[in-house]
């Protein structure tokens, strides 16, 4: 499953990935015909492939519960510029956001399943990708928090605090 700030986000990255599917030699290569509409639900915010996966996508306002496939719940969620200048402009709307994902997120995915110290169902993967927009939004709140594993990739490669304030 895949989350974007709004449903043109997420439905834009449903496009490209039925284009990289349908026209990217090496992936038909590897696995084949992924993409057959007559026979799987093929349409702005699903695709169903010929493997038996499916990849959905929806906005940040949608709630991630409750989505599955098959019986099975997503074995990967990504949440992708999940945030919007609107979600940072008052303390109470960053703190919706955050709670927001917080609480969808603990029901969204599964937990691994152990047994007899043998892990035999891996947990759902949640990947994040954004920028920071407030020093309080929810990628600044994400970062803070020890549940998630984070790498940071600085796009500019210099320090923008420093740069604005040279008078250049």
């Known amino acids: 499953?895949?989350?974007?700030?709004?449903?043109?986000?997420?439905?834009?990255?449903?496009?490209q990935t039925r284009q990289a599917f349908e026209e990217n030699?090496?992936?038909?290569?590897?696995?084949g015909k992924l993409i057959e509409p007559k026979r799987y639900t093929v349409n702005k915010l699903e695709l169903e492939l010929s493997n038996k996966t499916k990849i959905q996508a929806i906005s940040s306002t949608s709630s991630m519960r409750g989505k599955k496939y098959s019986g099975y719940r997503p074995s990967v969620i990504i949440a992708d510029d999940y945030q919007s200048k609107s979600d940072c402009i008052t303390a109470?709307?960053?703190?919706?956001?955050?709670?927001?994902w917080v609480e969808d997120s603990q029901y969204a995915g599964d937990k691994a399943v152990v047994r007899d110290g043998h892990k035999i169902k891996m947990a759902t993967k949640f990947i994040v990708l954004?920028?920071?927009?407030?020093?309080?939004c929810f990628m600044s709140r994400l970062l803070k928090n020890k549940d998630y594993k984070h790498i940071v990739k600085?796009?500019?490669?210099?320090?923008v605090d420093e740069y604005f304030h040279e008078g250049i």
Do not use: C, P, W
């Open 25 to 31: 030699k090496y992936i038909i290569k590897s696995f």
């Open 154 to 159: 600085r796009v500019v490669n210099f320090n």
């Open 92 to 100: 109470e709307a960053r703190d919706k956001k955050y709670n927001t």
């Open 1 to 15: 499953m895949v989350a974007g700030k709004t449903e043109q986000d997420a439905t834009e990255f449903i496009a």
């Open 130 to 136: 954004g920028t920071i927009l407030h020093r309080d």
